[in-house]
């Protein structure tokens, strides 16, 4: 049996659409990778030119795939996410919550020292864009609740020793230590190690 002429005019149209589809899905990818790579290189706030410059495609083909460039803050920001679910979805080894606190601080530690770039970028950003103010204010408040989870009661309901362990295994305490202080990676670990095995001493 043979096919109507529409049908065979469709399937013959097939391929070229596929292939429209995939050189799409392509240039976005490359948009994405390519204000990844900005930002890892330490330009917090890339403008539409160079992203489509590093992508190797026009400017016209960038504002296609992203209204603005909020949007395309928020897809990196999605791409981010994914890594740090990794890390947040590991087990914890130790059984006892004093170990759990210390994996806490080298687990972040990796997790930071990954998305620093990210999160000095979305800093910028923050004071304008709704957005990544609200993408900020999502990632404290899943590291406070993993922290909650964690921790014995007696700590949770202590106001004042919960807060201040919230702020030495936060990002602003590791990036404070890493950028200002100066500290190596390994050292920034033994300074928090230290501060933390303090604040949790005697409970």
């Known amino acids: ?45 890339p403008a539409a030119e160079l992203v489509a410059d590093q992508a190797k495609v026009g400017l016209r083909t960038v504002f296609r795939h992203f209204n603005d460039m909020d949007s395309l803050y928020r897809e990196m920001t999605a791409v981010i996410e994914a890594e740090l679910q990794s890390v947040i979805d590991q087990p914890f080894k ?72 919230d702020l030495l295994l936060s990002f602003e305490a590791w990036n404070r230590l890493r950028r200002d202080q100066g500290l190596s990676p390994r050292k920034t670990v033994e300074a928090l190690e230290t501060a933390v095995a303090a604040l949790i001493k005697g409970l």
């Not at 070229?16 to 330009?43: F, H, K, N, P, Y």
């Not at 210390?102 to 864009?129: D, H, N, T």
């Open 1 to 45: 049996m043979s096919l109507s002429p529409a049908v065979q005019i469709e399937t013959a149209n097939a391929p070229e659409t596929d292939g429209r589809r995939r050189r799409s899905q392509d240039s976005r990818a490359r948009i994405v990778q390519a204000m990844l790579d900005l930002v890892r290189a330490g330009e917090t706030s």
């Open 94 to 165: 130790s059984a006892d919550w004093r170990g759990r606190m210390v994996e806490l601080v080298q687990r972040r530690a990796g997790a930071y020292e990954r998305i620093a770039p990210f999160r000095r970028a979305s800093e910028v950003l923050r004071q304008r864009s709704q957005s990544q103010a609200a993408d900020q204010a999502k990632f404290v408040a899943i590291a406070r609740e993993i922290l909650r989870r964690e921790a014995p009661p007696e700590l949770v309901e202590d106001k004042a020793r919960f807060e201040a362990l």
